[in-house]
C-alpha cells in the first residue's frame, strides 16, 4: 500500500539507560507520522539498545554524554526525503500521539519551529519540579530581554523543518540544546509557535536533569550562558 503522505517526519529519541521505559514509549508512537525512528543510545550500560531495536526503532550510538550530542549524532544518520524532525524524550513523560499537533504548523506553512508547552498545556503535578521551574522561568526571562520575544517553555517535545534546522548549524551538546535552538532560530528570522502539550511524570527510572538539585543547577547554569553567549555574538562580542 506504501507509506502515508503524511509520513514525512523523522523522531528522534535520545536515551540513556531507559530500558525500563523505552520500550513503552516506543510502543506508543504513532508509525504512521514518521520514515523513521531513531533513538541515540547515548552510552547506555543497560540494554536501551536492544529494547528501541526490539519495539521497531533504528538506533544510532553517541558514547559521549550530552543531550546535544546524542542529537547532533541522530540528525547525522536521518535518511533521505524527511521534511521535519520530531524531538521527543525516552520516558513516557510526553503524548507521543500529540506530535500531529507539532507537526500540523510546519506542513501547513504556518512555522519552522514548533515547541510543545508544558505551562500552557496540562502538565501533572510533580512532574515539574520547583527548581525546573525557577530555571526555566529565570532562561525565558532573558531570553526576552536580550531577544525581545516571550516564550513559556523549554521544551524538548517539539518539532522543527529540517532545512530550517540546517540553517540553525546547532553546535550545543549537552543542557543548552533547547535553547540554543529557540535563540539561534529568532537570529534566523524563523517562525516559532508554542503549542499547548500534555506532561506526566516519568514511568519509570531515573531524570537526568531533574533528578536532583546539582543537576538541575549545572543545566541551568549553561542555557543562561547559552544565552549570554549567543546575544554576545549577535553584538559582535566573543565570549
Not at 503524511?6 to 504513532?30: F, H, K, Q, S
Request: with cysteine; aromatic share 6%; proline share 5%.
Amino acid at each position: 500500500m506504501g507509506e502515508p503522505p503524511e509520513a514525512r517526519a523523522a523522531l528522534i529519541i535520545p536515551a540513556l539507560n531507559e530500558e525500563d521505559v523505552l520500550g513503552t514509549t516506543l510502543d506508543r508512537v504513532p508509525r504512521n507520522l514518521y520514515r523513521t525512528i531513531l533513538v541515540a543510545d547515548n552510552g547506555s550500560r543497560d540494554r536501551t539498545a536492544e529494547v528501541a531495536l526490539a519495539h521497531g526503532a533504528a538506533v544510532v550510538h553517541e558514547p559521549e554524554q550530552g543531550y546535544g550530542a546524542a542529537c547532533l549524532r541522530a540528525l547525522a544518520a536521518l535518511p533521505d526525503q524527511v521534511e521535519a524532525v520530531v524531538f521527543m524524550q525516552a520516558d513516557s513523560s510526553e503524548e507521543p500521539n500529540e506530535a500531529v499537533h507539532l507537526l500540523a504548523p510546519l506542513y501547513d506553512g504556518r512555522a519552522d519551529l514548533v515547541i510543545g508547552s508544558r505551562t500552557l498545556g496540562r502538565a501533572d503535578k510533580g512532574s515539574l519540579l520547583p527548581h525546573q521551574l525557577y530555571g526555566n522561568r529565570l532562561v525565558l526571562l532573558l531570553v526576552r530581554l536580550l531577544f525581545g520575544r516571550r516564550f513559556t517553555d523549554l521544551g524538548p517535545f517539539r518539532a522543527i523543518r529540517l532545512d530550517a534546522l540546517r540553517r540553525l548549524d546547532m553546535k550545543d551538546r549537552n543542557y543548552g540544546w533547547t535553547v540554543e535552538m529557540q535563540v539561534k532560530a529568532l537570529r534566523h528570522g524563523l517562525r516559532v509557535v508554542e503549542v499547548p502539550v500534555s506532561y506526566h511524570r516519568r514511568v519509570a527510572g531515573q531524570g537526568k536533569v531533574s533528578a536532583g538539585l546539582k543537576s538541575s543547577l549545572m543545566a541551568g547554569v549553561k542555557m543562561l550562558w547559552t544565552v549570554i553567549r549567543l546575544a554576545a555574538l549577535r553584538r559582535g562580542a566573543s565570549l
